[in-house]
């Protein structure tokens, strides 16, 4: 059983990944249609604590995926290194690399978020980055 909720977490950080992606990446109409979708892998309580410090609520998220639609268009996004901290219950405390490649540069993060994967889709519930120098 634990090793399902570790992967459903697992698959969820990269399903949430690549709707970020298209946010970036497509025309701003398409883009500005997958801001809902992503939206629904939020809970309402979600928060996010950002690389700068700053904490983020989830109206705040999703104002900037609305105002990020389609600004990079040769952004991708990969994920390695996930790996599974906690579980309880539901919710999994997942740690990941998220690497962004664009304009011939690379910028890596660290993540750690904690995912309630008893719904479909997992729903986020928390998320801390933190930006390194490769």
Excluded at 19 to 47: C, G, H, K, W
Excluded at 62 to 79: M, T, Y
Aim: proline share 3%; with cysteine.
């Amino acid at each position: 059983m634990q090793k399902e909720l570790a992967r459903r977490a697992e698959r969820s950080v990269m399903d949430i990944h690549d709707t970020i992606q298209q946010i970036y990446t497509l025309p701003i109409d398409d883009a500005q249609n997958r801001v809902a979708e992503l939206m629904s892998q939020f809970r309402p309580d979600f928060r996010m604590l950002t690389s700068q410090g700053s904490w983020l609520s989830y109206g705040q998220v999703k104002r900037f995926f609305k105002n990020s639609a389609g600004v990079q268009p040769g952004l991708r996004i990969e994920i390695s290194q996930c790996e599974t901290l906690a579980i309880e219950g539901s919710l999994v405390a997942i740690r990941y690399r998220e690497t962004h490649h664009a304009k011939g540069a690379a910028t890596q993060r660290v993540s750690v978020a904690m995912i309630d994967v008893s719904t479909q889709p997992a729903r986020w519930r928390y998320l801390q980055e933190r930006t390194f120098n490769t």
